[in-house]
């Protein structure tokens, strides 16, 4: 059962322009919702959080949106730089429970 | 302030042996987490340990254990290892468990051939 998932496996997108990354769950009582972002032979690295009250955090040119409703969060990278190409996972957890992960989205800046 | 090291880095083992990883956390977190992580799978929960008791197990069979040491050091161990073991394995630490944080290592690459 995957309680959090990314539908597109890969994601191209030219230096300058917005990335937009996309996560659905499942599990409504999910407290918190991460972003992680990883380099090959590297561990995931935390991007950016939101909390299950708010809708939406913004850190620089990182943006989480959550839409409870929808049970949908994306996350929006203005402006893309090549060095944002990695993988990146969405992640989701209950208070006291483990971290969820998503299969990851590729995302490719091209310059 | 080091951060999560695992150790070792790198691994080639035989179907049917057994595999011995370490994670050392980052000072002061107690709780160490594992995840496997294999191409189109994501990050799948192996289980989660805070003081030395295991808090969270995944849906991975027996063959698959840890320990968490007083000084909050882990190890996984996978006993008669399969084609299907060989992933990336990640650990992370937190300061407190089940409320996220999560710091990850680098890795240890494990292919079984």
């Known amino acids: 059962d995957q309680q959090v998932k990314q539908n597109s496996p890969s994601l191209s997108v030219q230096e300058g322009r917005i990335s937009i990354l996309n996560c659905d769950y499942t599990n409504s009582m999910f407290d918190y919702f991460l972003w992680y972002k990883k380099y090959p032979a590297e561990g995931p690295t935390f991007l950016i959080s939101i909390s299950s009250i708010k809708d939406k955090n913004e850190d620089g040119r990182f943006t989480v949106f959550l839409n409870k409703s929808a049970k949908h969060l994306s996350l929006h990278i203005v402006p893309s730089q090549p060095g944002d190409s990695a993988v990146y996972f969405c992640a989701a957890f209950e208070y006291g429970n483990k971290l969820v992960f998503g299969a990851g989205t590729i995302l490719r800046v091209k310059s | 302030k080091a951060g999560v090291t695992q150790t070792p880095r790198y691994l080639i083992k035989t179907r049917g042996q057994q595999v011995t990883l370490s994670c050392s956390p980052i000072s002061g977190h107690r709780s160490v987490s594992w995840y496997q992580q294999t191409p189109g799978q994501g990050l799948q929960f192996l289980f989660e340990?805070?003081?030395?008791?295991?808090?969270n197990k995944g849906n991975f069979p027996g063959r698959f254990s840890g320990r968490q040491f007083s000084n909050s050091r882990s190890e996984m161990n996978v006993s008669t290892l399969e084609l299907g073991d060989s992933a990336l394995y990640l650990c992370?630490?937190?300061?407190?468990?089940?409320?996220?944080?999560?710091?990850f290592g680098s890795g240890t690459r494990l292919t079984v051939v």
């Open positions: 340990y805070f003081s030395e008791t295991q808090r």
């Open positions: 992370a630490s937190s300061f407190q468990e089940g409320a996220g944080g999560y710091t």
